[in-house]
């Protein structure tokens, strides 16, 4: 597994050099995600549950920044960016 550090440096270098997606509806609950149970989504959950998703989207809900999304960040993410 790669640290952390490494894993949000990748993450910020896609982002920026604008990685085109296509809009991906989350709708899914924190549990569906999280597959490993740890009682965080990763990226490479995030990305297996979401293929189309872009790393945009994982930052956008990824509020601390620290490489993980937590069920409070889901949350406010699920709040700001509800499913249509």
């Known amino acids: 597994m790669p640290k952390p550090s490494t894993l949000i440096a990748a993450l910020v270098i ?9 809009p991906v509806v989350h709708n899914a609950s924190f549990s569906e995600i999280d597959q490993d149970d740890s009682g965080i989504i990763e990226w490479y959950e995030f990305k297996a549950f979401y293929p189309e998703a872009s790393p945009k989207s994982f930052l956008e809900a990824d ?13 406010a993410y699920m709040e700001n960016y509800p499913p249509e």
């Open 63 to 75: 509020l601390d920044k620290n490489g993980d999304i937590t069920p409070v960040e889901w949350e």
């Open 14 to 22: 896609l982002w920026i050099t604008g990685c085109s997606s296509t």
